[in-house]
């Protein structure tokens, strides 16, 4: 099973100021089924916002939705940076993204 450490989120934030976007796309794409000891909530937090701002950049507009819906219902003790951050991009991208009425049309 792929588990999650700290590292997800270096290459994902990497990939993402270098702006290769698929390059990322091997490493986000599989479930992360596991969490390895030690790994902070907020890495977690910050690797599914990398993930989400990856796939925005692969214009693949149902995806980071569903990432940024990920940060914000996962618990945390505190309110973090990344909350705010993904709150604003998940505003944008359901103003943006094509909705499912537009679709079937």
Known sequence: PEQVTCFHSCFAKLCLK????????????????EIQTGTEAIEILTYNYYRGML?????????PI??????LSLP???FHRVHLES????????????????RKT
Not at 18 to 33: D, F, G, M, N, R
Not at 66 to 71: G, L, Q, S, T, Y
Request: aromatic fraction near 10%; charged fraction near 25%.
């Open 18 to 33: 270098a702006k290769c976007y698929q390059h990322a796309l091997k490493l986000i794409e599989q479930s992360a089924t």
């Open 55 to 63: 796939y925005t950049g692969l214009k693949r507009f149902d995806d």
């Open 66 to 71: 569903a990432c940024f819906n990920r940060v």
């Open 76 to 78: 945390a003790k505190i």
């Open 87 to 102: 709150y604003k991009k998940l505003c944008l991208l359901l103003l943006i993204a094509p909705s499912n009425e537009t």
